[in-house]
């Protein structure tokens, strides 16, 4: 079975700074989505990026961008020029090629935005 | 991004009584939904995935006849919670594969916090 694993409970960052959120798992399969939601007070989640395995080219969505190591089976997700609205939870989550496109999660990062 | 909505966004019940909550898919068709509950501060936990058509797949541990889903149409899925207890207290988030955008992405609902007293 697949897991997800997001080693940092919390992280703090200072506004206009980047702050990198780690994210591994592990998995026998070859094809795979790999996915960052933002979960904000309001509890909205909210898709931040996305990543196909077999790209080796890693997401960006403007401050947002990911490193994704296959190899590794490493999955970070880097802010730059952070603002206060980044302030929220951060899940990794993980979907198989194939599947009906149940996601797993990991348990989170809160991350602080310091003004 | 694609919208999904929720509803309702909140609800208090009395224990015993049965809770619907409704899911539904604003500008696309949704085959598969998904049904998550979290608790405080913790992650989503998945409890169903519902198809179009047929009956949904639990997950393990998930009772079934506790937690009855029905999504009869592309756009609309329920979560009935029947005699709701307190312990059944929780945060539960909606999600619907969106797959018309050929993205395959899963969008999620605003969620909805049932109190049981």
């Known amino acids: 079975a697949q897991t997800v694993t997001q080693s940092q409970p919390e992280m703090s960052v200072q506004e206009a700074e980047t702050v990198t959120l780690s994210c591994t798992y592990d998995?026998?399969?070859?094809?795979?989505?790999l996915f960052w939601y933002k979960q904000p007070p309001s509890r909205q989640m909210i898709l931040v990026i996305r990543?196909?395995?077999?790209?080796?080219q890693n997401a960006t969505e403007n401050r947002f961008s990911v490193n994704f190591q296959k190899a590794a089976k490493s999955f970070s997700l880097k802010i730059s020029d952070s603002q206060l609205g980044d302030a929220a939870m951060y899940f990794c989550?993980?979907?198989?090629?194939?599947?009906?496109?149940?996601?797993?999660f990991g348990k989170g990062t809160k991350l602080s935005v310091k003004p | 991004g694609a919208v999904v909505s929720q509803h309702p966004s909140w609800v208090i019940c009395k224990s015993g009584t049965s809770v619907k909550i409704e899911c539904r898919s604003l500008?696309?068709?949704?085959?598969?939904m998904f049904w998550y509950r979290q608790f405080p501060k913790q992650s989503l936990m998945l409890m169903a995935t519902?198809?179009?058509?047929?009956?949904?797949?639990?997950e393990q541990g998930v009772e079934k006849d506790k937690f009855l889903i029905n999504h009869a149409s592309l756009t609309l899925s329920t979560l009935t919670v029947t005699s709701a207890h307190p312990e059944d207290s929780s945060f539960y988030i909606c999600?619907?594969?969106?797959?018309?955008?050929?993205?395959?992405?899963?969008?999620f609902g605003p969620g909805t916090r049932l109190t049981v007293l």
């Open positions: 999600s619907a594969r969106d797959l018309d955008r050929g993205t395959d992405t899963q969008y």
């Open positions: 998995t026998s399969e070859s094809d795979y989505y």
């Open positions: 990543q196909e395995a077999y790209k080796q």
């Open positions: 989550a993980y979907r198989s090629w194939g599947s009906q496109g149940n996601l797993i």
């Open positions: 500008d696309f068709q949704a085959t598969t």
């Open positions: 519902s198809n179009e058509g047929s009956k949904a797949t639990y």
